[in-house]
């Protein structure tokens, strides 16, 4: 995997979505078809030693390589979703962002006991919508395999706060 070419397809955005905040946009990554793939073999080899049930993503950049692992690893996607878009019977997370709150939901059949569930999202930051998931997973009888970021905002000490699942934590670049 060439982490130049990677930074090269990620796009700085200041004050975005509001002032202070430098945004991280992944869109420019889906204009190179073999960059995507790249980064999804990534992920799976990282994890290829994890025992993996299904995949789980979080809304709505958490869904794009997500629902591509899943695939690659012939599995079922879950998505996890902002409040208000699963149209059956849900679990619910509120959880804190660096500028607000916000709340996630899941299908209450999305996950059988057991299931070891990798779950993925674009980017770590405080760690706030990881650890409302993970969550959400084991309040569904799932059980953790991993975490799987494309960005970490190290700075942000995100990781830390999931440290408490006690399952690697895969980020590809930081910053």
């Not at 990554?29 to 030693?49: G, M, Q, R, W, Y």
């Not at 500028?99 to 996630?104: D, V």
């Amino acid at each position: 995997m060439n982490h130049t070419e990677l930074l090269q397809h990620i796009r700085n955005i200041p004050d975005f979505p509001k002032p202070g905040i430098e945004f991280k946009d992944i869109t420019p990554i889906f204009s190179n078809p073999t960059l995507c793939k790249d980064l999804t073999d990534e992920f799976v080899n990282s994890f290829a030693h994890t025992k993996i049930d299904a995949v789980a993503g979080i809304e709505a950049r958490g869904f794009l390589f997500g629902f591509m692992i899943a695939q690659q690893l012939g599995l079922p996607f879950i998505p996890i979703r902002k409040a208000g878009k699963l149209p059956y019977h849900k679990i619910s997370r509120e959880y804190a962002l660096e500028y607000g709150m916000a709340k996630i939901e899941m299908h209450v059949d999305a996950i059988r006991p057991g299931n070891q569930i990798l779950l993925h999202d674009d980017l770590l930051a405080t760690g706030g919508s990881a650890e409302a998931a993970a969550e959400l997973i084991i309040e569904a009888g799932g059980q953790l395999a991993g975490f799987a970021f494309l960005v970490n905002l190290s700075f942000l000490d995100g990781e830390n706060r999931l440290q408490k699942f006690d399952v690697p934590v895969k980020s590809i670049v930081h910053f």
